[in-house]
Antibody, heavy 121, light 111 residues
Framework: QVQLVQSGTEVKKPGASVNVSCKASGYTFTNYYMVWVRQAPGQGLEWMGIINPIGGRTTYAQKFQGRVTMTRDTSTSTVYMELSSLRSDDTAVYYC??????????????WGQGTTVTVSS | EIVLTQSPGTLSLSPGERATLSCRASQSVSSIYFTWYQQKPGQAPRLLIYGASSRPTGIPDRFSGSGSGTDFTLTISRLEPEDFAVYYCQQYGQQYGSSLTFGGGTRVEIK
């Protein structure tokens, strides 16, 4: 079945970096974009960026420009999201989501289970 | 940047009642790139509506979406117990470079 499986819970200190992975299975990896979204405790959803699995081209939300890097490995059907210079307000659940078709615009129909990242000294 | 404002923040209704959720954009957006999600506690979001009014396979027909320009609506015709959740609108636009934006969410709670 189609699924996205994310890496496990992370606890980081301020200033560190975190790398979250999202492994896709059950579909052709290169036929869909992948989006990263985060959700701080008790808050709403926040878009971080999107990666094209063909060629690895990325578009990042302005808020995260310079701090986020999204990459992909087509040999393992995995995308990665690295967030650097972590602050306490980066504490959140991070989700990957597969786009509906090969398009930015029609939403995300398959989601990972979420990865909790806690930033604390 | 386009801002999506959802209202009300919380909707208190009983099972069987009709729910009407609103999402207003700070400027006109393309309806083909307008989406609604449902999220329950501890779960990832679930795609409910895309293209403002289309339902993915498996989404019950009690969920419907409408709207264009700056005003969009999600309607749940008769609330089932499993529909009590938080609902988010989202749009994709290219006005300021490609970007996705979420609304702040509407919580539908049991009255």
């Amino acid at each position: 079945q189609v699924q996205l499986v994310q890496s496990g819970t992370e606890v980081k200190k301020p200033g560190a970096s975190v790398n979250v992975s999202c492994k896709a299975s059950g579909y052709t990896f290169t036929n869909y974009y992948m989006v990263w979204v985060r959700q701080a405790p008790g808050q709403g959803l926040e878009w971080m960026g999107i990666i094209n699995p063909i060629g690895g081209r990325t578009t990042y939300a302005q808020k995260f420009q310079g701090r986020v890097t999204m990459t992909r490995d087509t040999s393992t059907s995995t995308v990665y999201m690295e967030l650097s210079s972590l602050r306490s307000d980066d504490t959140a659940v991070y989700y990957c989501g597969r786009t509906v078709g090969y398009s930015y615009g029609y939403g995300m129909d398959v989601w990972g289970q979420g990865t909790t990242v806690t930033v604390s000294s | 940047e386009i801002v999506l404002t959802q209202s009300p923040g919380t909707l208190s209704l009983s099972p069987g009642e009709r729910a009407t959720l609103s999402c207003r954009a700070s400027q006109s957006v393309s309806s083909i790139y307008f989406t609604w999600y449902q999220q329950k506690p501890g779960q990832a979001p679930r795609l409910l509506i895309y293209g403002a009014s289309s339902r993915p396979t498996g989404i019950p027909d009690r969920f419907s979406g409408s709207g264009s320009g700056t005003d969009f609506t999600l309607t749940i015709s008769r609330l089932e117990p499993e529909d009590f959740a938080v609902y988010y609108c989202q749009q994709y636009g290219q006005q300021y470079g490609s970007s996705l934006t979420f609304g702040g969410g509407t919580r539908v709670e049991i009255k």
